[in-house]
């Protein structure tokens, strides 16, 4: 347990879905992000929330969402997916200043139908 | 932007041997070099980092050594454990803890 909880751990969706990954962190931190891990591919940064406030897109297509409600909450909204879009898709927070490392929650494994 | 190669994809050690993995990065800006261990169905989990001002820090079985003028670092693992089997990443960034340039990661299989 690493004070980051992510749910659901898995999920299996079609083309035409519309569904929601949820993030939540009791580490006190203030700043969240989204990775995304593909077989055989590095980790890719998806988003960066500082304060709530979203401080970088890696050029990530509008089919995914992010919202970030408080500094202890993020979501990815997925709509309209591809099967290449099927992956690992992480959550971790940080401190923004401090002497603190990010922590990772479990991931939730997408599949895209 | 930011590149992290890392080398090999793939280790087989026999335990108490030692185990090795390489990154090279290619911003020199670059000043915080964490290594994350992760295990089948789990998130990566940090197991040591180590900052630009420093040239190595150890950790029990673990090291991590620093090269700024090569663009390089190191983890090395000592007397290693069957539990120590899992895909370890070395990762980048500038003045952050969590917005990482990750390397593609090495697995790690350590036989009895």
């Known amino acids: 347990e690493t004070g980051v909880t992510q749910t659901p751990r898995h999920l299996v969706m079609g083309m035409t879905n519309k569904k929601s990954l949820k993030c939540e962190q009791h580490l006190g931190h203030n700043a969240m992000y989204w990775y995304k891990q593909s077989a055989k591919k590095p980790l890719e940064l998806m988003f960066v929330y500082n304060f709530k406030e979203q401080t970088e897109n890696n050029s990530v297509p509008s089919r995914f969402s992010p919202e970030c409600p408080n500094s202890s909450h993020l979501f990815l909204h997925l709509h309209t997916l591809q099967p290449e879009d099927s992956a690992l898709y992480l959550c971790?927070?940080?401190?923004?200043?401090?002497?603190?490392?990010?922590?990772f929650g479990q991931g939730t494994r997408l599949t895209v139908v | 932007g930011e590149n992290v190669e890392q080398h090999p994809s793939t280790l087989s050690v026999q335990e108490g041997d030692s185990a090795v993995i390489k990154c090279t990065y290619s911003d020199s800006a670059s000043n915080y070099f964490p290594w994350y261990k992760q295990e089948l169905g789990k998130g990566p989990q940090l197991i040591i980092d180590i900052r630009s001002n420093v040239g190595e820090k150890k950790d029990q079985r673990i090291a991590v050594t620093l090269n700024k003028t090569a663009k390089h670092f190191s983890l090395h693992i000592t007397e290693t454990q069957p539990e120590d089997s899992a895909v370890y990443f070395c990762?980048?960034?500038?003045?952050?803890?969590?917005?990482?340039?990750f390397g593609a990661g090495t697995q790690v299989v350590v036989t009895p």
């Open positions: 990762a980048a960034s500038i003045n952050s803890w969590g917005k990482l340039q």
């Open positions: 971790a927070s940080s401190s923004i200043k401090g002497n603190t490392e990010a922590f």
